[in-house]
Protein backbone atom coordinates (compact mmCIF):
# COMPACT_ATOMS: atom_id res chain seq x y z
CA UNK A 1 0.00 0.00 0.00
CA UNK A 2 2.97 2.20 0.80
CA UNK A 3 4.57 1.99 -2.64
CA UNK A 4 1.30 2.42 -3.84
CA UNK A 5 0.60 5.62 -2.59
CA UNK A 6 4.47 7.04 -3.00
CA UNK A 7 3.94 6.28 -6.67
CA UNK A 8 0.58 8.21 -6.83
CA UNK A 9 1.80 11.41 -5.37
CA UNK A 10 5.02 11.14 -6.95
CA UNK A 11 3.57 10.32 -10.42
CA UNK A 12 1.83 13.20 -10.07
CA UNK A 13 4.11 15.72 -8.90
CA UNK A 14 6.64 14.13 -11.76
CA UNK A 15 4.16 14.81 -14.87
CA UNK A 16 3.12 18.30 -14.18
CA UNK A 17 7.69 18.89 -13.78
CA UNK A 18 7.24 17.13 -17.13
CA UNK A 19 4.55 19.10 -18.64
CA UNK A 20 5.48 22.19 -17.43
CA UNK A 21 9.36 21.52 -18.45
CA UNK A 22 10.28 22.31 -14.61
CA UNK A 23 12.14 18.91 -13.73
CA UNK A 24 15.60 20.40 -13.00
CA UNK A 25 13.71 22.77 -10.84
CA UNK A 26 11.39 20.15 -9.27
CA UNK A 27 13.97 18.51 -8.71
CA UNK A 28 16.48 20.45 -6.82
CA UNK A 29 13.05 22.27 -4.56
CA UNK A 30 11.92 18.48 -3.53
CA UNK A 31 15.76 17.22 -2.55
CA UNK A 32 15.93 20.77 -0.79
CA UNK A 33 12.44 19.69 0.67
CA UNK A 34 13.40 16.37 2.07
CA UNK A 35 17.00 17.71 3.77
CA UNK A 36 14.62 19.77 5.69
CA UNK A 37 12.48 17.51 6.62
CA UNK A 38 14.99 15.21 7.71
CA UNK A 39 16.38 17.97 9.88
CA UNK A 40 13.29 18.83 11.57
CA UNK A 41 11.79 15.75 12.15
CA UNK A 42 9.01 17.73 14.33
CA UNK A 43 7.76 19.49 11.42
CA UNK A 44 6.96 15.62 9.87
CA UNK A 45 5.29 14.83 13.26
CA UNK A 46 3.51 17.51 13.19
CA UNK A 47 2.22 17.63 10.00
CA UNK A 48 1.03 13.87 10.84
CA UNK A 49 -0.62 14.52 14.41
CA UNK A 50 -3.88 13.22 14.74
CA UNK A 51 -4.73 15.93 17.55
CA UNK A 52 -3.92 18.95 15.08
CA UNK A 53 -6.52 20.79 13.71
CA UNK A 54 -6.18 20.05 9.63
CA UNK A 55 -6.53 24.36 9.03
CA UNK A 56 -3.23 24.46 11.35
CA UNK A 57 -1.47 22.07 9.41
CA UNK A 58 -2.45 23.95 5.96
CA UNK A 59 -1.53 27.13 7.60
CA UNK A 60 1.82 26.16 8.82
CA UNK A 61 2.42 24.29 5.33
CA UNK A 62 1.95 27.56 3.48
CA UNK A 63 4.15 29.63 6.20
CA UNK A 64 6.88 27.67 5.87
CA UNK A 65 7.32 26.87 2.26
CA UNK A 66 4.67 29.15 -0.18
CA UNK A 67 7.31 31.49 -1.93
CA UNK A 68 9.89 29.52 -1.00
CA UNK A 69 8.87 26.29 -3.15
CA UNK A 70 7.31 26.13 -6.68
CA UNK A 71 3.46 26.28 -6.01
CA UNK A 72 2.88 22.74 -7.30
CA UNK A 73 5.44 21.31 -4.31
CA UNK A 74 3.50 23.30 -1.99
CA UNK A 75 0.45 21.71 -3.36
CA UNK A 76 1.33 18.31 -3.28
CA UNK A 77 2.30 18.85 0.60
CA UNK A 78 -1.71 20.56 1.30
CA UNK A 79 -3.09 17.49 -0.56
CA UNK A 80 -0.81 15.16 1.25
CA UNK A 81 -1.52 16.41 4.80
CA UNK A 82 -5.58 16.66 4.14
CA UNK A 83 -5.64 13.78 2.85
CA UNK A 84 -3.92 12.08 5.99
CA UNK A 85 -0.66 10.96 4.00
CA UNK A 86 2.13 12.70 5.70
CA UNK A 87 3.07 9.58 7.16
CA UNK A 88 4.13 8.81 3.81
CA UNK A 89 5.68 11.93 2.74
CA UNK A 90 9.58 11.20 2.54
CA UNK A 91 8.50 7.92 0.65
CA UNK A 92 6.83 10.24 -1.73
CA UNK A 93 9.80 12.25 -2.18
CA UNK A 94 12.14 9.79 -2.14
CA UNK A 95 10.37 8.14 -5.39
CA UNK A 96 9.75 11.73 -7.11
CA UNK A 97 13.71 12.13 -6.35
CA UNK A 98 14.43 8.50 -8.03
CA UNK A 99 12.42 8.81 -10.97
CA UNK A 100 12.86 12.12 -11.96
CA UNK A 101 17.05 10.74 -11.41
CA UNK A 102 16.08 7.99 -13.52
CA UNK A 103 14.33 10.34 -16.38
CA UNK A 104 17.78 12.40 -16.82
CA UNK A 105 19.83 9.24 -16.92
CA UNK A 106 21.63 9.45 -13.30
CA UNK A 107 22.83 6.09 -12.69
CA UNK A 108 23.14 5.67 -8.78
CA UNK A 109 26.06 2.61 -8.44
CA UNK A 110 27.40 1.14 -5.44
CA UNK A 111 31.21 -0.28 -5.61
CA UNK A 112 32.69 -2.91 -3.21
CA UNK A 113 36.29 -3.53 -3.43
CA UNK A 114 38.43 -6.08 -1.19
CA UNK A 115 40.58 -2.56 -0.96
CA UNK A 116 40.65 0.93 -1.21
CA UNK A 117 40.16 1.99 -4.71
CA UNK A 118 42.55 4.87 -5.97
CA UNK A 119 41.00 7.91 -7.60
CA UNK A 120 42.11 6.55 -10.79
CA UNK A 121 40.54 3.32 -10.55
CA UNK A 122 37.46 5.29 -9.41
CA UNK A 123 37.40 7.59 -12.81
CA UNK A 124 37.75 4.36 -15.13
CA UNK A 125 35.06 2.16 -12.96
CA UNK A 126 33.04 5.47 -14.04
CA UNK A 127 33.95 5.98 -17.76
CA UNK A 128 33.00 2.10 -18.16
CA UNK A 129 29.57 1.98 -16.47
CA UNK A 130 28.91 5.19 -18.67
CA UNK A 131 30.27 3.69 -22.04
CA UNK A 132 28.24 0.03 -21.09
CA UNK A 133 25.05 2.03 -20.02
CA UNK A 134 22.58 4.71 -21.13
CA UNK A 135 23.21 6.62 -17.98
CA UNK A 136 24.92 9.97 -18.39
CA UNK A 137 26.06 10.32 -15.34
CA UNK A 138 26.70 8.32 -11.88
CA UNK A 139 26.32 8.85 -8.09
CA UNK A 140 28.75 6.75 -6.64
CA UNK A 141 29.10 5.33 -3.27
CA UNK A 142 32.36 2.86 -2.80
CA UNK A 143 32.69 0.61 0.07
CA UNK A 144 35.85 -1.53 1.27
CA UNK A 145 34.83 -5.16 2.10
CA UNK A 146 38.20 -7.77 2.71
CA UNK A 147 36.09 -10.74 2.69
CA UNK A 148 35.79 -10.26 -0.99
CA UNK A 149 39.69 -11.24 -1.35
CA UNK A 150 39.75 -9.37 -4.80
CA UNK A 151 38.03 -7.64 -7.26
CA UNK A 152 35.13 -5.30 -7.26
CA UNK A 153 31.13 -6.10 -6.41
CA UNK A 154 28.77 -3.32 -8.36
CA UNK A 155 25.44 -2.64 -7.91
CA UNK A 156 23.51 -0.29 -10.09
CA UNK A 157 19.27 -0.64 -8.82
CA UNK A 158 18.83 -4.34 -9.35
CA UNK A 159 21.77 -5.28 -10.86
CA UNK A 160 24.59 -6.76 -9.46
CA UNK A 161 27.99 -7.72 -11.19
CA UNK A 162 29.78 -9.78 -9.30
CA UNK A 163 33.79 -9.64 -9.99
CA UNK A 164 35.34 -10.63 -6.71
CA UNK A 165 37.81 -13.56 -5.90
CA UNK A 166 35.50 -14.69 -3.01
CA UNK A 167 32.37 -15.09 -5.74
CA UNK A 168 35.35 -16.83 -8.43
CA UNK A 169 36.03 -19.27 -5.88
CA UNK A 170 32.57 -20.25 -4.59
CA UNK A 171 31.96 -20.38 -8.72
CA UNK A 172 34.77 -22.86 -8.89
CA UNK A 173 33.96 -24.89 -6.17
CA UNK A 174 30.24 -25.61 -7.44
CA UNK A 175 31.59 -26.50 -10.39
CA UNK A 176 33.99 -29.12 -9.18
CA UNK A 177 31.72 -30.91 -6.35
CA UNK A 178 29.39 -31.54 -9.34
CA UNK A 179 32.34 -33.16 -11.12
CA UNK A 180 31.88 -36.98 -10.74
CA UNK A 181 35.25 -38.87 -10.51
CA UNK A 182 34.90 -42.13 -12.46
Same mark, same amino acid.
Given at each position: ????? %? ?67 ? #? ?20 ? =? ?8 ? #? ?32 ? %?? #?????? =? #?????? =? ?19 ? %?? =????
Amino acid at each position: MAKLI %SKTYGDALFDIAVEKGKTDVFFEEVKGLKQVLTENPELLKFLGHPDIELSEKISVVENVFHGRTADEVV #GLLRIVVTKGRSSELMNILDYF =IAKTKEFKKI #GIASVVSAAELSDMQKSKIVEKLLSSTSYKEFEM %SY #GVDPSL =I #GGIVIR =IGDRVVDGSVRNKIATLKKEL %SG =IQLA
